[in-house]
């Protein structure tokens, strides 16, 4: 059904996606979500399409030195490997520039046969200027004139590609954040263009586009909201559009997220608490939440894929029967838990001779090397955080991470893990593995005994590396921000730090302090005694994480949601299957 352009309902749009571990077209949880998203898009037989840009020096490889500072490399991946180019070309104009754009594309198929084909868009095109071809070369790089060209790119280029790719009767387009948002432009013009009217736009043209979209937001972190000054925005796209994007409401700078609210019938952020924070936020607009998910299947380790083909025999096609793992003896969870730590620990023991124990308790910490992450929370006492180890049962500790080429702060923080791991030679055993990706990220997540999370609420719109832990039976021990507000279930799913209600707000080091203490108390009182005198009180709370998280935190669970509660389209799935096929 997917194969035919016109039967397509839904587009989806993401400045990144992961698709592929050895595709650098993602940066992070933004990307990993997109890519999951369109994995459970395939399975469910969702008639979608998706848009990103080609990314052909991809997000960078890490190096570390030896103190732990970033250095940047780009990426060359042959991306004839895994996409096949499509003949159309669409042109944009940037400046008094014509920018032609063509694109790749990939297929990612589902477990029941289902497929949803994604585009990706280069400028590396004979016909285009030397410093246009480079436009779609690197995600979040240059400067925000070279983002805002992006921009231009993916919203106003992905929908003129779509079209001439015969997508003709897409009902829903979906701005996975506010990269996207020029796409409401597109749409206007469209609808101008089929009215042949010039200066003005009739409010009933916005109210028509807004029918047709969705807006997801996913960060209550200003630098995650794209914002252009007045004089860039003027320049790249010329005073008609301006003035159009004035009659939307757009007198000052450029704000993608305000376009994207304003031109949406839908918006959600990606957990309970966010989308209430994102309403306090954006007030004047509804918010709902969707909390994100996980593709189980991509995520589950190979020792957890056969213990569930053995136990829960629809669990690839149904993820939502991982609910089912309360019937899954316990060896069988220890034996493939043991197997997938295996796994990591040979990886940290060859990568950074840290020399790794199997039989001691691993906590994992890895994600984007941002600030608010607090990736140092756990070295705020590191006296007490020895005496722990030596007194209650050992414990090592793992992490990853990149910063962002622009953030010096999450370079600081990489920086000054590792200074703290060679503070603690000899005490306590700490790794930095380099080039944080969804290889590692796989092995991490399912090879730790527990994972770590410890965010400054309420910067954490969702995060997803803990359900990706929960898919493992890998308990979270984390601050109650994001998705573990939902998932948290003190002793059944892991364990919290601190309280819901903050007892300790402000000031801000009163915040690290507080949450410090009360992960250290956790450690010494709950989770070391849990793991090592409690084994079998340790492997019920691994199979609640399967069954409780893991069964509710999947990207299957959540599609059914944007079906329901955001593209709205269920009747018409069904009468377009019947009428067209
Ligand atoms: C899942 C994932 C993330 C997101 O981690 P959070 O803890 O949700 O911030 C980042 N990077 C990679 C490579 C991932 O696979």
């Given amino acids: 059904m997917t194969d035919r352009p016109d039967n397509v309902l839904v587009a989806y749009f993401s400045m990144e996606i992961g698709l592929d571990s050895s595709m650098p077209t993602y ?23 998706a848009v990103t840009l080609a990314h052909r020096r991809g997000y960078f490889h890490q190096r ?39 694109a790749w594309q990939i297929r990612v198929r589902g477990e029941s046969g289902g497929e949803v084909p994604v585009y990706l868009l280069d400028t590396d095109l004979s016909e285009n200027q ?53 796409l409401v432009l597109a749409l206007l013009e469209e609808k101008l263009a089929s009215r042949a009217q010039e200066a003005s736009i009739p ?58 609210l304003h031109g949406s019938r839908f918006v959600n952020g990606v957990a309970m608490k966010h989308g209430e924070v994102s309403h306090n ?21 190979p020792s957890f894929q056969a213990l569930y083909d053995r136990y829960l025999r629809d669990w690839r096609r149904d993820q939502l029967s991982l609910r089912y793992a309360i019937s899954i003896p316990s060896e069988g969870i220890w034996k493939a838990h043991q197997e997938a730590k295996r796994m990591l620990v040979e990886h940290v023991n060859h990568e950074t001779n840290a020399g790794f124990d199997r039989d001691v308790l691993t906590l994992g910490f890895a994600r984007r090397a941002a600030a608010y992450k607090r990736g140092t ?41 590792h200074e703290l791991r060679d503070a603690l030679r000899g005490k306590l055993r700490v790794a ?78 009163g915040m690290d302090a507080c949450h410090a203490t009360a992960l ?18 340790f492997i019920e709370i691994m199979r609640q994480a399967i069954a409780l998280n893991g069964g509710f935190f999947n990207t299957q669970r959540m599609m059914a949601q944007y079906l329901h509660n955001a593209y709205r389209l269920v009747g018409d799935l069904f009468a377009e299957g019947s009428s067209k096929s």
Avoid at 432 to 451: F, Q, R
């Fill in 27 to 49: 940066a992070g949880g933004l990307g990993v979500l997109a890519g999951d998203t369109i994995r459970s898009a395939s399975d469910l037989e969702i008639p979608m399409v």
């Fill in 64 to 102: 570390l030195d030896e103190q732990g500072w970033q250095r940047e490399e780009p990426v060359a991946w042959p991306i004839n490997d895994f996409c096949k180019p499509v003949s159309q070309r669409v042109i944009v104009e940037l400046e008094d520039r014509t920018v032609h754009v063509g």
């Fill in 130 to 182: 030397p410093w246009d071809r480079t436009l779609t070369d690197l995600l979040y790089g240059g400067d925000d004139y070279y983002r805002l060209c992006q921009e231009v790119v993916l919203g106003l280029g992905g929908c003129r590609m779509l079209r001439a790719l015969g997508y003709s009767h897409i009902r829903r387009f979906h701005m996975n954040e506010g990269h996207a948002a020029l």
């Fill in 203 to 260: 409010a009933d043209l916005i109210d028509a586009v807004r029918e047709q979209c969705v807006f997801t937001t996913h960060t209550p972190v200003p630098a995650g909201h794209d914002q252009f000054p007045p004089d860039l925005a003027h320049r790249v796209l010329g005073e008609r559009r301006c003035a159009w994007l004035k009659a939307c409401g757009h007198d000052q700078s450029l704000n993608m997220t305000e376009l994207a």
């Fill in 281 to 301: 936020l954006f007030p004047g607009y509804p918010i709902h939440s969707i909390t994100n998910g996980v593709h189980a299947v991509t995520w589950a380790a």
């Fill in 377 to 417: 929370l756990i070295f705020h006492d590191i006296e007490r955080l020895v005496a722990i180890a030596h007194q209650v049962g050992p414990l090592q500790i793992v992490f990853g991470g990149k910063a962002h080429p622009r953030d010096q702060d999450g370079k600081n923080l990489i920086h000054r893990i």
């Fill in 432 to 509: 930095y593995l380099t080039n944080y990706d969804m290889t590692l990220a796989k092995l991490l997540c399912a090879g730790v005994d527990v994972w770590l999370n410890t965010p400054l609420p309420p910067m954490e719109a969702s995060g997803t590396s803990g359900m990706k832990a929960a898919v493992n039976g890998v308990p979270s021990l984390s601050v109650l921000d994001g998705w573990w507000i939902e998932g948290h279930v003190e002793d059944v799913t892991g364990w919290s730090i601190g309280d819901r209600i903050e007892s300790c707000l402000e000031p801000m080091e």
């Fill in 520 to 537: 250290y108390d956790k450690l010494e009182q709950k989770v070391l005694p849990c793991f090592y005198k409690e084994r079998e009180r």
